[in-house]
């Protein structure tokens, strides 16, 4: 039996596994396999910190959005608990000054504390009251799968029709059959 001239294939060794011959020059070819492969996992690294970062600059720029809207609502809280002070309602206007300054320090507390800080307090929260946690947790879920449901509808309805012409135009109804129910002109024969 006649082996073949390769320098690279592999040759049998003992016990019929298969062993690779280091061959001079193969070397170089595995640094440079090295090399690409340190590569690529310093590109995925750097991608991956860019990500990060992004993600933590639109979370960040999201608290802060959040705490001013927040602070607009115990402005106008408190607005209208002065409003019940001149209207003779002191009891109600004192439960919405409390109210509003639960809004207020909320609004502060967004507006001060970075993200790892408040991924600590909601952590320590959670591990406090995890009955809290988990009942706002499920209507955090549920607020948000009605947001989707209804983005949805919201997409699906700007999708449907481009005119909006009524019969035979929208979701199901092929475009030649919306202007086959309309005759030339506009206009249908009354004969």
């Given at each position: ?81 002065d409003h019940l002070r001149t209207e003779n309602e002191p009891r109600v206007a004192d439960l ?96």
């Amino acid at each position: 039996m006649t082996m073949p001239d390769n320098p690279t294939a592999p040759s049998p060794g003992r016990f019929g596994r298969t062993e690779t011959v280091d061959v001079p020059g193969t070397s170089g070819a595995r640094a440079q396999i090295r090399d690409v492969k340190d590569q690529v996992v310093s590109e995925a690294k750097n991608s991956f910190r860019q990500a990060r970062d992004s993600a933590t600059s639109s979370l960040t720029h999201s608290r802060q959005q959040a705490a001013e809207r927040i602070g607009g609502i115990a402005d106008a809280i408190r607005n209208t608990s002065d409003h019940l002070r001149t209207e003779n309602e002191p009891r109600v206007a004192d439960l919405t000054q409390s109210l509003a300054e639960q809004a207020q320090r909320l609004s502060a507390y967004l507006r001060d504390r970075d993200f790892r800080g408040f991924q600590t307090d909601l952590q320590n929260f959670a591990r406090q009251q995890p009955a809290v946690a988990i009942g706002a947790a499920l209507a955090v879920g549920m607020l948000a799968a009605r947001f989707f449901k209804s983005s949805a509808r919201t997409d699906a309805a700007g999708d449907s029709g481009g005119s909006g012409a009524g019969f035979g135009s929208g979701p199901g109804y092929p475009a030649s059959y919306a202007s086959a129910a309309r005759p030339e002109g506009g206009a249908y024969d009354r004969s």
